[in-house]
């Protein structure tokens, strides 16, 4: 099992402070993680909201954690490349790769959230169109020499993209799915390393869709040991079993009832079957802190978050990523939470190894 940070914050300004205060104590948290065995940490693009959108550029936030930190991988979970220009993304991202010395990790999503595309003016029912072409410039334009394209959005003839990252061919690619059966098919055939978010759907939901990716990865000829699967859960570490249940309870309403403002309009699109009603699942969850603990977050006591962690990989995870900082909980007590995981959990949870799976 390996551990990393997530960052898809939500932003409450009467508790986090100011947006620079905020950014501060989130490159403190990933400092930490650096220092203390992690393997990485990761952003999440969002915009417009409260919940994620002040981290609106994952290549910004990601160039200063690159600068605070020596050993850590650094993910985006996800860019959402079929809102952005590829070419773009392709030079930003191999940017980082050589400012971080090769540690970038590239994961990649559609975006799910309407007010997104009506702000940049791109239909929903283009998005897997045009996070297909997105995905084949962004490659294109990492290899070696120029890229000539002739697509539906974008045409390139003889285009130069630099630079090219460290990492060749390309970065580790990671790739967000939900719901959708044609995401998992889509990353596990392409042989890609999976992010899922357990709490979607049930045990048995997340079990067989880690299993249709796992059965995609081995039809298409892949090794099922050297890649990723990604689990993200809002974790908190107590100091007892009623410390870690109550404490972090407002903090976790907090956070889905941003969540909860910003999916209001339903992802309007035959392409996001199983969205419709997303904004009233997270209403639901706001007012109902049961529906979340104790089955679908890590909170608890050491001993607690050691079953919770094995919850998980008996569902295929081989990879955790900690949401720890949500909903405006204090920086401090984020930290003190980090501090007992490291202390408390980490040492009983048996590391990957380090060829074992993708990304370090």
Known sequence: MKFSLLYLPTYRPELNGSVARFYGDMLDEIEFADQNGFNSVWFAEHHFYQYGGVIPSVPVIAAAAAQRTRRLRIGSSVALIGLNDPVRVAEEFAMLDNLSGGRVDFGIGRAFQNIEYEAFEVPMDESR????????????????????????????KNVDVIPKPVQRPHPPIYVACIMTPESFAFTGGRGYNLMYVPYVGSAEDGAARVKSYRDALGSAGHDLATHDVMMCLHTFIGESPRHARDYPRPYLTNYFELAAAANRVDAQSAQYQGYAGLGKVFKHIHENYDFMYPNQVIFGDPEQSLARIAHYEAMGATHISLITNFGGMPHAEIMRSLERFVKHVMPHVKPTPQSAAAGG
């Not at 169109?129 to 390139?156: C, M, Q, S, Y």
């Open 129 to 156: 169109a045009r996070f297909d072409e997105a995905h084949e410039i962004i490659l294109k334009a990492w290899a070696d020499g120029p890229v000539n394209h002739a697509g539906r959005f974008r045409t390139l």
